[in-house]
Each structure stands twice: as C-alpha cells, then as structure tokens.
C-alpha cells in the first residue's frame, strides 16, 4: 500500500516546550502504530522460494479415451478474444474440431504427487472414461499412470505411477487451521499452457457448492482450466486444497475460485488407498436443519441440530431414532446441524458402535447405534417405512390451506403409495405463511405437533394442545412426492 506523506507546518505560537511534548506525542503515535503494524503478517516479498520448492511435486495429467461426438469440453475463452482462433486451432489440430465420427480426445488437467513411491492425486473429473492416462512431471519425465480409485461425491481420483527414482512429494496440511486473508499459492497447467503458479488469499471457508460432503476454501488466487485436480498450498509448503471448481461467466478466473478442503481429501485419499473405494458411515436417517421457527414450534431454547424426518429400515431405526428427534450429539461432538451430522457419520468406520443423543419430548436420550455403509444402502434404494390407512375425507380450511384426507380415490388420481395417509392440501393462500414458507397443491401433512394426523379434528386438536402449551406456532411433517420435511407455522 503506497505510503501517504502527512506534514505539518510549523505553529509561531508553539514554545520549545510545547514542540518537545509535540514530538513526544509524536514519537509515542509511531510506537503504537509499529506495535499494531507487528501484530499483522506482512505479505512475502516473493513466492519464488516457495514456488522452486514445491514445483517438483505437481504435474500435468493428459488423458485420452475414444469418443463418438463432438468435444464440448475444450479450453474456453471469451468470444472476439485475440485468442479465439488460437484455440479453435489448437482444437482443429488435436482433433476436436467437430464431427460425429469415432475419434481419441485428449483432455488436460493438474495433480500432484504425495509419496515418493507415486501416488498421485487429482480430481476426478479429470480423468473420468479416460482409457490412458499420461503423468508429465516438472523435469519433463512423464510415465503412464494407473487408476486406483475415485470417489465422484468429493470429486478425488487416485492415481499411481511406477518409477526407478524416489519422486518428489508434497504432505498434506491441515485446513481447518486456515484462516480467510491467509496467503495461499495455486499450481497447475491452466488452459494446457504448462506449468503455472499464481497467488491471492483465502476468500472464504466451508464454502458447499452441491455436494453432501463439500468443504470447499474459496480463493482468489487464479483458477482456469486445466488446473482442476492441482495443489492449493499454505505459506509452508502444505497442501490444503485440490483445485476442483471456478465461478464464472466466461469459463476465466475472475477471482472466485473452489478447492476441496484437505481434510476432507485426506480421508478419500486414505480410503482409496487402501480399499480402492470409499467406505463411508451410514446412520439411516432424513435429516433438516433446525430453524428459528421450528426450534420455536418445538419449545427448543436453541436452533442447532438435526431433526429426523423419516427413518428407513437401518441402522437408526434399529436402534431406536425416531421421526421428530432431534440429533444433538454424534459420538461425543455437538452437531451443529445437517451438513455437521453428515459429514461426522461419514467419517466413522462403517461397524462401529457410536453414542447418539437426541432430544425427544424436552428430554434427551442417549442411544447406541452401529453404523452400516452408505454406498451399499445408496445401492439398496432404502424406501421410507409405511404407513396405515386414512379415515373418511372431509375439508376444511386450516391455517391458510384447504385441507382433505386422503382418500382411496386421491391415491389413484395423484399416483400416490397405497398406504399414503395424512391431509392432502389443495388450494393454498398465497397471502399466508404457509404459502410462502412453501406449502402447495399435493403436499400431504402426516404430523402436527411430532403426533400423526388422519383427521382434520387430528391437526385441530394438534393446535389447541400448541396454544395450550404458549406455543406460538406448531411443527408440520410435510412429505412431497414422498420427501419429508418439517414446517413450523404460526398459530396465533
């Protein structure tokens, strides 16, 4: 930051005894600035130290496979740009110019080195289909490499070269300890140009893209393509990041940058290597934030947890979770909510017996549940559990909808389960709560108040115990197109 010079012209009434104590309070406004200055790391002189250092450790990753259309994944530059027919050249030569016969497509991305025996990390996406995949190491060396596993939920691929010499090896660090305003350095071969370092801060943390398991550092430090699957690294040489993503417009850095977070990584990383697959907890439960209407409706002194929605054949259910707990601990660590849970079950070994304590009816329980694996219960296509069968129908309108039982003949028209049971909602004032908290046409309420509902004089009773009770709203179990969610509407 460029210094502003501050003078001061010199005062004729000002005595030698005013200039002396002028100057001390001069001399002590320059301390205290040179004190705060010294509280703040100063921004390095230059990356070039740490650039040499690391350098050796990431490649270029050329992947070929054969394909039947046209290529839709080449570099990409704004149009009219000066480089415009550099590209459409260099995709004419490498055969992506177009046409729909058989041909070999080559793609470009980044990776970098972690053992010295020749483990390799990069994103999956990189080599997705990919039938060779080709490994160029900074001294120009490059060797075939073989596919040990990926993981598409994170985005990680793993790869493995074979080598005469003990390669170069970057160590993971740890990103939890990373800060927003923190140097970091990004490295990899942007838009195939070869090998390219640039810098910037830590923008963000915790950033989720669309991912269950996304931890992402958002970054400023230029990101384009071809650097998916390359290092972010910290001031010492860690990597605490894998570059996976770019917000953008135009398909150019424009500042805001995604790298998976390394502790999340090292997890993938660990499981591909020994199992050549991801092996990640399951509790067997639909889950929602709690919110501030819903902690509310609930008679919760804090919005923080889980709330069960639905619990499938599983692991919870066997143990003794219902719909309606809300989950505060997770194996002796506060869950802060949805994304916290998930992420904690999926980094427990599948097999283990863990503590779980939820709150149900303003009293906590403390259950044990031995957890199953996510990939084979996503596999199994777990269905919710049924339900029984409705009353005869009636309408009524209810805070703010028009609501009916189900019927015989609503399951048959609306293609719903034959045990579907609840108050279908019809019409929906678009002036009310429910209305803009996202109620509509087809939805079918199965709870108020945690209790089940058939009967319209069921959700009736439901909203004179909340009232009863000085409650201020009352929490709705919603299931659409059989999703379940809750809903806290006010009642008074």
Known sequence: MQSKAITCSRNPGLGARGRAAFVALGLGLALSLGHAQGAFARAPDSFADLAQQISPSVVNITTSAVVSGPASDGPMVPEG???????????????QGGGNTPRRSEALGSGFVISEDGYIVTNNHVIENADEIEIEFFSGTRLKAELVGTDPKTDIALLKVSSDEPLPYVSFGNSDLSRVGDWVV???NPLGQGFSVSAGIISARNRALSGTYDDYIQTDAAINRGNSGGPLFNMDGQVIGVNTAILSPNGGSIGIGFSMASNVVTKVVDQLKEFGETRRGWLGVRIQDVTPDVA??????????????????????????????VITQFDGQPVRDTRDLTRR?????????????????????????????REEAEAAEVRPAAANTPEEPAQADILG???????????QTLNLPSDAEGLMVGQVDQTSEAFSKGLREGDIITEAGQQKVV????????????????????????????????VALSIE
């Open 81 to 95: 740009s000066p480089f415009e027919d550099f590209f459409r050249d260099f995709m004419d030569r490498n055969g």
């Open 345 to 373: 079950v999926a980094d427990s070994p599948v097999g283990e017996a863990v503590p779980v304590i939820v709150l149900r009816d303003g009293r906590t329980e403390t259950l044990q549940v031995t957890l199953g694996r």
């Open 186 to 188: 990004a490295m990899g």
């Open 401 to 411: 909808m028009t609501l009916a039982p189900v019927t015989e003949e609503m399951k």
């Open 296 to 325: 509310e409706a609930m008679g919760l002194t804090e919005a923080s947890g889980a709330l069960v929605t639905d619990v499938p054949d599983g692991p919870a259910k066997d143990s003794g979770i219902i719909a309606g707990d």
């Open 455 to 486: 009967r319209l004089q069921d959700l009736n009773d439901r909203i004179t115990e909340a009232k009863d009770a000085g409650r201020k709203s009352i929490l709705l179990l919603v299931r659409r197109a059989g999703d379940p969610r809750f």
